[in-house]
């Protein structure tokens, strides 16, 4: 087999064998395959695409280039969610022991965020002492216990997928279609998740701006998913603006807490408990997704789910006393109001903007050596649609440097009140095929 033979084979459109696409995956990840010939195939599949068959194969491929994690030995469907991103996304803090209180085992692999803000691990890392340095062993112990836990994710998972990113990076092949599903399906998939849910977002703030793209990919993963045995389920939600309120580590933590005792922000309330009602079902535990958010909604009104989320804190070694006591998380120096400059109502807050913004106070990471500030960030007072007066605060930056100027040129790019109203949708779409 030649690889010269299945780049002009996908270049004029024809589709490829297992074979042929495990050659290639595995002369890549090798070093075997220079990279010139591999930029070859990803533009040829860029313009070409791929059928579903070779969709779920290169998936599969590439979950079995590395290690693939075992977690037959916990009891129960494991569920996992994926979000493609976004800024505020605070679901997972919420969702893991919402739906654990429920008896769905969550085993969730988590990484270190690059961007706006950290990601799951460093959030829950607002809490002092939490750790997610697991042997596979205690991680299935806790789960079994527990029904959740988060551990780092493995330094060997998928790298094909990792090299194959990285080149597509500089190539200009991110934007495929069948690429980005099985990139992201063969790390779901090698995290060793029985079932699947995800979360497709769209708007400013999301790497896929149309409903219509997101649509694509959606049901790209959705069928990448079934078709190598995963039940897999996903919806397309808003990212237009900030989800929630908090974008910050320990803000977003606190946010995550009011969520879990009812109290939390309407929009990321809404979005957990479909994400949520969509992991149950898939783990058996309802028979329809309006029983089991019905299931979700009673543990947060019983304090079951709050419950959970202090074992869980706990049992990593995490002080448990924060989620009574959100104050004693990390506190920025000052806080400072953003003030609307004139009557109207907000019909613009561009996410990636106001994520950049609190990215700056140092909330985020812009290279993977920076140290990220658990204790800043930005809380919006008001979201898009909401009526403002000259004056009132529409949001306040917690910062540890009194000049923010900065910030607040970049926030002036990022809103606009205007003198007529519209809320936008959160969930555009459920696909469950």
Avoid at 50 to 56: D, G, I, L, P, V
Wanted: net charge negative.
């Amino acid at each position: 087999m030649r690889m010269i033979d299945i780049i002009e084979k996908k270049r004029d459109g024809y589709a490829l064998t297992k074979e042929e696409i495990d050659f290639f995956i595995k002369g890549y990840t090798n070093g075997d395959i220079p990279d010139y010939q591999a930029s070859s195939l990803a533009m040829a599949i860029f313009f070409q695409d791929m059928t579903e068959e070779e969709r779920a194969n290169l998936t599969m491929s590439m979950v079995n280039s590395g290690d693939v994690i075992d977690l037959s030995n916990i009891d129960g469907i494991k569920v996992d969610k994926h979000s493609t991103g976004g800024v505020g996304d605070t679901t997972t803090l919420v969702l893991a022991p919402l739906v654990a209180s429920v008896g769905v085992p969550v085993a969730k692999m988590s990484g270190r965020g690059l961007g706006h803000t950290g990601g799951t691990i460093d959030k829950l890392e607002s809490a002092k002492g939490f750790h997610v340095e697991l042997s596979e062993d205690e991680f299935v112990k806790l789960v079994n216990e527990n029904q959740v836990a988060v551990m780092g994710q493995s330094g060997n998972l998928t790298p094909a997928d990792k090299k194959l990113y990285a080149l597509r990076d500089v190539t200009g092949t991110v934007n495929s279609i069948p690429l980005i599903a099985s990139s992201i399906m063969s790390k779901k998939i090698a995290a060793g998740a029985d079932a699947i849910v995800l979360d497709v977002k769209t708007g400013s703030g999301a790497f896929m701006k149309t409903i219509e793209d997101a649509e694509a990919l959606a049901h790209a993963m959705v069928r990448i998913g079934n078709n190598v045995g995963r039940n897999t389920m996903a919806i397309i939600s808003d990212m237009s603006q900030p989800l929630g309120n908090a974008i910050g580590n320990g803000l977003e933590l606190k946010e995550a807490i009011e969520t879990l005792k009812g109290q939390g922000p309407d929009d990321l309330t809404e979005l957990v408990l479909t994400l949520g009602s969509q992991m149950v079902v898939l783990a058996k535990q309802a028979s329809t997704l309006d029983e089991a958010r019905e299931y979700l909604t009673q543990s947060i009104e019983s304090g079951k789910a709050l419950e959970k989320f202090k074992s869980f804190i706990s049992n990593q070694g995490g002080d448990a006393s924060i989620v009574d006591h959100p104050e004693n998380l990390a506190n920025a120096k000052f806080k400072i109001d953003y003030a609307a400059k004139q009557d109207g109502y907000i019909t613009e807050m561009i996410a990636n903007e106001i994520g950049v913004a609190s990215m700056m106070l140092g909330a985020g990471r812009q290279t993977k050596e920076d140290v990220i500030d658990l204790s800043v960030g930005i809380v919006l007072n008001k979201k898009v649609g909401d009526k403002v007066k000259a004056g009132e605060s529409i949001l306040t930056i917690h910062s540890n440097k009194e000049n923010i100027d900065d910030i607040f040129d970049k926030l002036n790019e990022s809103i606009r009140i205007d003198s007529e109203s519209h809320t936008p949708t959160l969930i555009h779409k459920i696909i469950t095929e």
